[in-house]
């Protein structure tokens, strides 16, 4: 292709994106003004409509499992990618379950009457039009549709390519189950994926898209929030770590580090790093090295920790900062709590960080002194995670400090607006 040539595709593909969201403000302005009842309803129907439709569904999905497998796509990814009829009728109960949330749209965040009468409130608004970046993750798709109507907003769904049947599936069924209860079906639109161009576009498009949410690997999330001039809520990955204080119950940790690390390792939540105290660990690190390796994890660790576990390979220094997304974990022996916070500030993602401990004074230590969107006492990391949470579906776990902050759901897809009612009031000169 001709630089020519490419310039020509590159603007073709500006075109779709910025004619997708002019489609998507229209379509925004119409959920603004919808009731509760009406959003729920829409939620139903596409929760019924995933479900009737699992079949087609799960076709186009088996073409993009195997053409992943075909190119060499990690197992964690095609994990991630993989759908089932388990999943799908989980997906759909996410959607009933937003339905089942409050809506956040009209909320009064505060509000009081100024001492010259006016009446001042500030009430949640939708966004608007909101864009999403994701890879395979084809769950992320439903997801961001039914939050993104719960909350009165358009949805703009960038996805990879590796996932680009699963998605033209599921954005379809949506799409026919919004019309069919008289709701524009451009309320939730797929960009085009054969090019990053497309992510481009949209991340550049200020004034048509109010907000982009980047979900995925360390790579994909950076280019995003460098390039974009459109505001972005960052969803770090998650690089978590699980400390065993000095006190832990060392069966309940055993446990808990299991279940962090295993129950799902392609996702977010997942323990990458396991770090144990010194005073432990002649008694934990052989049991704990022993059941990983039993499920099938391969440990990567210090010396200290190594001589401890047969099993164990050598760490390296970039495994400390490694998001593996697979059976794979780093562990080290620390001398103190303090030794544990420090390797955390240095190679944590902010993303979830846990300690087991009997000793309130070191739980309170690491819940005030860790960085993290969240931080757990005595239990797995596993449960950071919108829908444990109570909050339905989530659309991401935002790892920045800036209007929103761990699992986002429905009032994170919302703004603000300050309505004030006078009488005739003027202010003085």
């Known amino acids: 292709m001709t630089t020519l040539e490419a310039g020509a595709a590159s603007d073709t593909v500006r075109e779709q994106v910025h004619a997708a969201a002019r489609r998507a403000r229209v379509a925004a302005a119409d959920l603004a ?38 190119s060499g796509m ?42 010259n ?3 001042l409130r500030q009430v949640r608004v939708p966004m608007g039009v909101v864009g999403m970046v994701y890879e395979a993750r084809p769950n992320v ?11 009165g907003n358009a949805a703009l769904l ?25 709701l524009p079906a451009d309320a939730v639109q797929l960009l085009p994926s054969e090019s990053r161009e497309s992510v481009r576009h949209l991340i550049t498009a200020r004034g048509l898209v109010d907000l982009v949410i980047p979900r995925g690997g360390a790579g994909l999330i950076s280019s995003v929030v460098t390039e974009a001039t459109v505001p972005t809520v960052e969803t770090g990955i998650g690089n978590c770590h699980v400390y065993v ?50 499920a099938g994890v391969t440990v990567h660790a210090d010396k200290r920790f190594a001589a401890l576990a047969p099993s164990a390979v050598a760490v390296t220094d970039e495994d400390w900062d ?25 190679h944590g993602s902010s993303h979830t960080e846990a300690i087991v401990t009997t000793d309130l004074s070191a739980a309170d230590a690491f819940t005030s002194r860790v960085d993290a969107a969240a931080v757990i006492v005595n239990a797995s990391t596993a449960f950071t995670d919108g829908e444990e949470f109570g909050m339905g579906a989530e659309i991401g776990i935002s790892t920045q400090k ?12 919302t703004s603000t607006k300050w309505i004030v009612w006078g009488t005739g009031q003027t202010r003085p000169a």
């Open 74 to 115: 990690a197992a964690g990814l095609v994990d991630r990618l993989t759908l089932t009829e388990g999943r799908i009728d989980g997906i759909a109960g996410g959607l009933a379950k937003v339905a089942g949330l409050p809506d956040p749209v009209g909320e009064t965040v505060r509000g009081s009457t100024l001492a």
């Open 141 to 151: 798709t439903v997801d961001a549709a039914g939050l993104a109507l719960k909350s």
């Open 402 to 413: 800036l209007h929103a902050r761990g699992p986002m759901a429905l009032p994170e897809l």
């Open 245 to 294: 204080d000095a006190s832990a119950d060392l069966e309940l940790a055993e446990r808990i580090v299991l279940n962090s690390k295993t129950r799902r390792p392609s996702v977010c939540n997942a323990a990458e790093t396991l770090l144990v105290h010194a005073a432990v660990a002649d008694t934990f690190v052989p049991v704990i090295a022993a059941a990983l390796h039993e």
């Open 322 to 346: 490694t998001e593996y997304l697979s059976l794979d974990i780093a562990a080290a022996v620390v001398d103190s709590l303090d030794d544990a916070v420090t390797h955390i500030a240095e």
């Open 117 to 119: 009468g006016l009446r």
């Open 158 to 182: 960038r996805g990879s390519s590796s996932a680009r049947r699963t998605n033209s599936a599921l954005v379809d069924v949506l799409r026919s189950a919004l019309v069919k209860v008289g």
């Open 33 to 70: 003004q919808l009731r509760r009842a009406e959003k729920d309803a829409a939620l139903a129907a596409m929760a019924d409509a995933l479900r009737a439709n699992a079949a087609t569904i799960l076709a186009a999905n088996a073409e993009d499992v195997r053409a992943g497998r075909e």
